[in-house]
């Protein structure tokens, strides 16, 4: 409640990324699961769904994981891009080229969170089609 007086009523009621978050209470969804000894590496939220990035993000932590583990890293990425050779942004103005290619069915190796198992066959992930023209432009 407190989080939806400072930011307004704008707070997703479905996670509109890639893997299908969990829900643990109205717009508070599960964080990507992984082993806490494993890193989550610095990364921009939902940078490959253009429109969608978040403008807020809050982070809450019902039971710290025993012994170490659990951080949550947060970087600023205009730093990063400020520290970035300028010939190497140049570059990236031209635009990029991501590709992210996913078996139907997961393996050992994916989280828990990307995959449905309720669905149907072929639709157990969230896919997204996008062809990007210019830096921060996208196609359909």
């Not at 009621?13 to 000894?37: A, Q």
Request: hydrophobic content about 35%; aromatic content about 10%; proline content about 11%.
């Amino acid at each position: 409640r407190c989080l939806r007086e400072v930011v307004g009523d704008g707070i997703a009621k479905e996670y509109p990324g890639l893997v299908t978050r969990p829900k643990t209470g109205n717009s508070v969804f599960v964080t990507t699961e992984v082993h806490p000894n494993m890193p989550v590496p610095g990364h921009t939220e939902l940078a490959y769904m253009p429109g969608c990035w978040p403008d807020y993000i809050a982070f809450f932590c019902e039971k710290a994981p025993k012994g170490t583990g659990g951080q949550t890293p947060a970087i600023d990425m205009r730093a990063v891009l400020r520290d970035l050779p300028s010939d190497l942004v140049r570059r990236f103005e031209k635009g990029v080229h991501t590709s992210v290619n996913l078996p139907p069915e997961p393996g050992g190796y994916f989280i828990p969170s990307q995959f449905n198992p309720d669905a149907k066959l072929g639709q157990r992930f969230r896919w997204i089609s996008r062809t990007w023209k210019k830096f921060g432009a996208t196609r359909e």
